[in-house]
């Protein structure tokens, strides 16, 4: 096998790099935390630090609310033309695509993920969310009604909407994207004028410090998006604070239920994409090879920790030998390694916290009897977080391991006999996110599609996402879609305006 050149470092990393600790950009300026508070930020391919960061603290977010209640008051955003808008987030991809070996470097470094993900997935998702986004502020617009006015027949009205930005909006992210989350909120509800706080995820706060000084460069008015970086309590000082109008999370279920409750003190509009387990259904008279390596990608792409990982494969019993043999195969011959390393198939872990999570899952379903026929260890020639491809059958759909998200490359292949028993066993799960069905029987692809309780269902494919697209889930998997247009919703409010014309 050649081995490719790993790239040399983009020189503007070790510009951004050396300037650590990395301030936060609180009210247009990039200031330090008023309590001096940091926290270290790594390299998940080898543990080292890779910056300090400042840690927005609650006094931080004080000021911060403050200065967005102003600038959503008092700056220019709320009240640029549409067009202008549009031409400063269209600037932001602009200036993402042209730095964006340095972006998708600067992602793997801090997340782990593989180089070419990053390079050629995320990053070109980003550019056209704002760019998509860009193209809405001109568009948003509201409705007129045939008023009937049944209780004064004879009376004239003219009634019309407008659809208003929401104001103050907290956006919290995790750490799986940490680009991709971050403009998935940011493109929407800038296009919307609305001011934004984010907050990205205490793992991975590098790149969307970066991108803040791109918004900078883009001419995008001091104070509109404010980058607060910090964990749990900075998301908690923001989901609680009274003038903070909209809560956008993207995260676990079991903290998506925590925001509920710490926005009820103002009644927060809130937006919440959360965890998932989805089923990755593949019927014997699909096209076999191809499945298999969409099974291989739904379970284990971006070493697992996506929330539409279809991490329980259900394989019709004739083809589920055949189907799990090869599986197997492929998950023991995967390259592990650093995400830069271009040989590199699978990178780390995000964090020491996350394998061993993972690892909890891997012991609970050996210890609930499950069979394990690859992986559930580590390699031991890297020092960072990496886990092997790991993949379990015997499962019972009520043990741990089929039930709870695990967030790591752990499958569990699943055999069934009928459509009504693989429905019925799907379904059977907190969640509802994402599904995906494989068979070459348009009429058993619709049958399942129709029955599915899932929020995004592929047929023939798995895992693909597009900034038109609406995304989000069922049940506990979350309130409301992100992406694509129903995206405006989330960050507008409907203004309905009588006339009286008598
Ligand atoms: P997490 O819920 O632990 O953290 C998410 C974010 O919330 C982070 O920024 C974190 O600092 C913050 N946070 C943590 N505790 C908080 C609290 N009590 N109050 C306020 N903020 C708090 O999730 P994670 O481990 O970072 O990310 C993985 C989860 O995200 C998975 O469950 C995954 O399915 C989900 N996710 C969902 C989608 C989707 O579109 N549905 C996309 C990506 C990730």
Known sequence: MDTLQAPSLHPNLARFLSGSPKKMWLGGKWVESSQGKKFKTYNPATGEVLAEVYEATPTDVNLAVKAAQETFEKGSWPKLNSAEKAKILWKIADLIEKNIDELSQLETLNNGKVLREARYADLPMVIENFRYFAGWTTKISGETFPTTTPYAP??????????????????????NFPLQMAAWKLAPALACGNVVLLKPAEQTPLSTLRLGELMEEAGLPPGTVQILPGGPDTGKALASHPHVDKISFTGSTE????IVKMSAGNLKRVSLELGGKSPHIILADADLDTAIKSAYMGAFYNQGQCCCAGSRVFVEKKVFEAVTEKLVERAKKVRLGPGLDPNTQMGPLVSEEQR???????QSGKKEGAKLLCGGDRPSQFKGYFMNPTVFVDVKDEMHIAQEEIFGPVATVLPFDSLEEV????NATPYGLAAGVWTKDIKKAFKVT?????????????????????????????????TGHEAIRLYTETKAVWVDLN
Do not use: H, M
């Not at 903290?255 to 925590?258: C, F, S």
């Open 423 to 426: 429905i019925q066993r799907a």
């Open 356 to 362: 061993n999570r993972v690892e909890g899952y891997i």
């Open 450 to 482: 129709q029955a599915l309780r899932a929020g995004i269902v592929w047929i023939n494919t798995f895992n693909c996402a597009d900034p038109t697209f609406p995304w989000g889930g069922f049940k506990q998997s979350g309130w409301n879609r992100e």
């Open 154 to 175: 004879k009376a004239q009205a003219f009634t019309y909407t407008v659809r208003e930005p929401v104001g103050v909006v907290a956006a919290i992210v995790p750490w």
């Open 255 to 258: 903290v998506g239920k925590e």
